[in-house]
């Protein structure tokens, strides 16, 4: 068999395995860029259909993962572009509003950063998604999105105001709504943690 | 000492890493050594930051998803290219009545073609499209950009074009691509300083025998989608300046403007 036939024949395979071990996490940066599991799951694959045809690029295997999480971005702007761009967002942040340490079972949960995820413009989002999620640096954030990395610091710092801001207010609600001594209420109240801007 | 841009930096250091070893970091890292109350900011950006990353990982698909994705994928494999089934389908014989159609459709073509000509002919009486209409038409550009298709004038020196108008210089950061089919070429320039991601965009084409523009910037009008745009013709060119900010689009359009950007 001919090295060409040989490659073509194992294309299948190479596919499947590279679905199989990356399914899970290109599922997830699609979801919290999208913000809904038929989005995501579309994007997925989407994601893996261009990585498909495209596998001859691959040059070095440890890099799969990040190209695929490029494939993947790449594909959630191009879906966005007929969107408007988004509306302002109110980034001020109170900081006397954020507690000083948040309860243990903080209501925190996905869902809710999910909701303050999608109410951020999508520069913010790609920022904070790539920092999070893909945990690059902000130098890498910058080269690969191809902006300058002072709007890449201002970006980060700024979504990350807002989600603070959600999670305080989450925070809060909960000691509110929670039935609790009045020592825990005090060890609840906010504090200051810093002042800023 | 500016606080600003430490508490950037502090929210650009990623818990884990070694972030604050960097060159880069060094400012910080001196603040920190420092100052206490920074120092108490800085681990709750970490804790924060570790916290929040957990959970923005901890995303799972929804069950049986691994499988309906190999089962699409199998099938988008199965699927022959188009390519493939073109070149399988036999040609089709031409019939008489085929060459009928096809010379029908040619004489149709030729009367189009005179119409269109006569029309051409005839002298055409030019007018200023409507503020709005220039926004809708820069509003449908800006949703038509390839992200992949920008050139960074670093990289790849830029079609001519560009005004000659000192507020309006290109830098190397800048970005430039080809729309409608290389028929507008717009340029996407950073801001100085940069803030909240503006966008500020110009478009230069041809003009049309159809239109024509006021000789420099005119005061703009607002987009649907939340641009301030501004058309005008100078030099054999038409320039269309978007503007986009996320507070206020139009006092960044003045801004631009209001440098006194003149026909050169």
């Known amino acids: 068999m001919s090295a060409a036939a040989q490659t073509a024949s194992s294309e299948p395979t190479r596919l499947r395995e590279l679905v199989e071990q990356h399914y899970s996490a290109i599922y997830g940066y699609a979801y919290r860029l999208s913000g809904s599991v038929a989005d995501a799951e579309d994007l997925t694959q989407q994601t893996f259909m261009i990585a498909h045809q495209r596998m001859h690029q691959v040059r070095e295997q440890d890099k799969v993962i990040r190209w695929l999480y490029t494939i993947t971005r790449t594909s959630f702007l191009k879906s966005r572009r007929r969107q408007r761009p988004s509306a302002a967002v109110n980034f001020e942040l109170n900081v006397d509003e954020i507690p000083d340490r948040f309860p243990d079972d903080c209501p925190f949960d996905e869902e809710r950063l999910q909701s303050a995820l999608n109410e951020l413009g999508d520069e913010f989002k790609l920022c904070v998604t790539m920092f999070y999620y893909e945990e690059l640096s902000y130098k890498e954030i910058a080269e690969q999105l191809d902006i300058p990395i002072g709007t890449v610091m201002s970006r980060l710092a700024r979504a990350k105001g807002r989600l603070r801001h959600a999670m305080a207010t989450a925070a809060l609600k909960h000691t509110d709504e929670s039935p609790s001594s009045a020592d825990d209420q005090d060890q609840k109240q906010p504090t200051p943690i810093r002042s800023l801007k | 000492m500016k606080s600003e841009p430490l508490h950037d930096m ?7 890493h070694d972030d604050l070893d960097q060159p880069e970091f060094s400012e910080l890292a001196q603040a920190l050594s420092e100052d206490s109350k920074l120092q108490r900011v800085f681990a709750r950006s970490q804790e924060f930051d570790t916290t929040l990353r957990t959970t923005f990982q901890a995303v799972a698909p929804p069950p049986g998803f691994a499988e309906r994705l190999l089962a699409s994928l199998d099938q988008f494999e199965e699927e ?4 493939d089934v073109e070149t399988a389908v036999e040609p089709a014989k031409r019939t ?7 010379r029908a459709g040619m004489a149709s073509l030729a009367t189009v073609a005179a119409v269109v000509s006569i029309w051409f002919a005839m002298p055409q009486q030019k007018s200023t ?6 926004a809708e038409r820069v509003d449908r550009w800006n ?18 074009d560009f005004p000659a108008w000192k507020p309006l210089e290109l830098r190397s950061d800048d970005r430039w691509q080809w729309v409608l089919k290389q028929r507008t070429l717009c340029y996407d320039l950073n801001m100085t300083p940069q803030e909240n991601g503006e966008i500020v965009r110009l478009f230069v084409s041809k003009p049309t025998s ?3 523009f006021p000789p420099s910037p005119p005061a703009g009008y ?3 989608n939340g641009w301030h745009v501004g058309a005008w013709q100078a030099n054999g060119r038409v320039y269309y300046l978007a503007v986009y900010a996320h507070r206020d689009s139009k006092l960044l359009y003045s801004r631009v403007i209001g440098s006194r950007i003149n026909a050169a």
């Open chain 2, 10 to 16: 502090i929210d650009a250091c990623r818990p884990g």
């Open chain 2, 96 to 102: 008489s009545r085929r060459w009928f159609t096809v």
């Open chain 2, 129 to 134: 499209p409507s503020d709005r209409a220039v």
């Open chain 2, 143 to 160: 949703e038509d950009f390839d992200e992949a298709d920008w050139q960074r004038i670093a990289d790849v020196s830029s079609p001519q």
């Open chain 2, 210 to 212: 159809t239109e024509v």
């Open chain 2, 80 to 83: 022959p290219a188009v390519a």
């Open chain 2, 222 to 224: 607002p987009s649907p």
